[in-house]
């Protein structure tokens, strides 16, 4: 019998789709990092920078609520995406907007949704340059977004390296209080990481500290060892939240201890950056967290 979705969860779905798909581009092998990681990198010709791409979507009663403010809609949609190309190290382009939609939805709404959409694109520097409309039964938005890298500067999220520090920026869970719909995308956090720093590895934190941190490690092959006495967690929040409600949209990165020193006497943003734990040989996740994060399809 085949397995329904919600035995599967997220990532082993994701993992059966994809694992056939051919990975070369004509007679150039164009991919440089695919399935798997917060954005896919494409190899450029005569170019030492990589052309990152992402695409997500928000959906109706999924992503937000039916009567949420449009223009936090907008906003959301493409501040994820924006959050997938820091967690790479890169600096975003452009962006492709697919609208569905009822037939009956107020023009008023969508023309805020589209107000948010451009607030956060002027504020990050995105050129919105096409997309396409199509009729549904609920309010969604798919975003592509185009992004570019230094090759020598891409982070992903293998690399992680026994004995590194496993940090996070800023604080995590209570993301349901409205944090979701108001985050700023850590990119000029991530860009001074990866020119200074150089994280061993590196993602954002979307489904949950539970779910994110052990699929670091998996790729990178190792464990860690954390204290949750030191998880920073957002005012009003509870440990359990930060660890499995998701939407925090903060950078979770490993990286040597003679680096680690660099950050603590250079790092220029008023964002913190907490050290939570370290990288170990032994696979796992110690002490278990006790908890997966957000997973579309898993059962609660």
């Known amino acids: ?96 907007v697919c609208l569905a939609v009822p037939p009956e939805t107020p023009l008023a709404r969508l023309r805020g949704i589209y107000r948010g959409l451009g607030r956060c694109a002027t504020r990050f520097n995105v050129a919105l340059a096409g997309g396409e ?13 185009t992004g570019w890298v230094a090759a020598d500067h891409m982070a992903r999220r293998s690399g992680a390296r026994p004995g590194d520090a496993l940090c996070v920026t800023g604080r995590l869970g209570g993301s349901g209080g409205g944090h979701h719909l108001a985050f700023e995308p850590r990119l000029e956090e991530a860009q001074w990481l990866v020119r200074h720093a150089r994280p061993s590895a590196m993602m954002d934190i979307s489904d949950g500290l539970a779910s994110d941190l052990p699929r670091l490690c998996r790729a990178s092959g190792v464990g860690a060892r954390i204290d949750p006495d030191t998880i920073p967690v957002r005012r009003g929040a509870t440990l359990q939240q930060a660890l ?30 907490s050290v939570i734990g370290e990288i170990t040989a032994s696979r796992g996740i110690r002490p278990p967290l006790g908890s997966h994060g957000y997973d579309h399809f898993r059962k609660p």
Do not use: N, Q
């Open 1 to 96: 019998m085949t397995p329904a979705l919600a035995h599967l969860g997220e990532d082993r779905l994701i993992g059966l789709l994809t694992r056939r798909w051919p990975r070369a581009g004509g007679r150039l092998r164009t991919v440089a990092l695919g399935v798997g990681d917060d954005c896919a990198a494409i190899r450029v010709p005569g170019s030492r920078r990589l052309l990152l791409l992402k695409t997500d979507a928000i959906v109706e009663a999924v992503h937000f609520r039916p009567g949420e403010t449009p223009s936090k809609i907008g906003w959301k949609a493409l501040a994820r995406c924006l959050s997938d190309i820091a967690a790479m190290g890169g600096e975003p382009d452009a962006a492709l």
């Open 133 to 145: 409309t199509v009729r549904a039964r609920e309010l969604s938005l798919a975003i592509t977004l």
């Open 244 to 273: 499995s409600e998701g939407e925090d949209y903060e950078l979770l990165f490993a990286i040597p201890p003679s680096r680690l020193r660099l950050i603590r006497r250079r790092w220029p943003f008023h964002v913190p950056v």
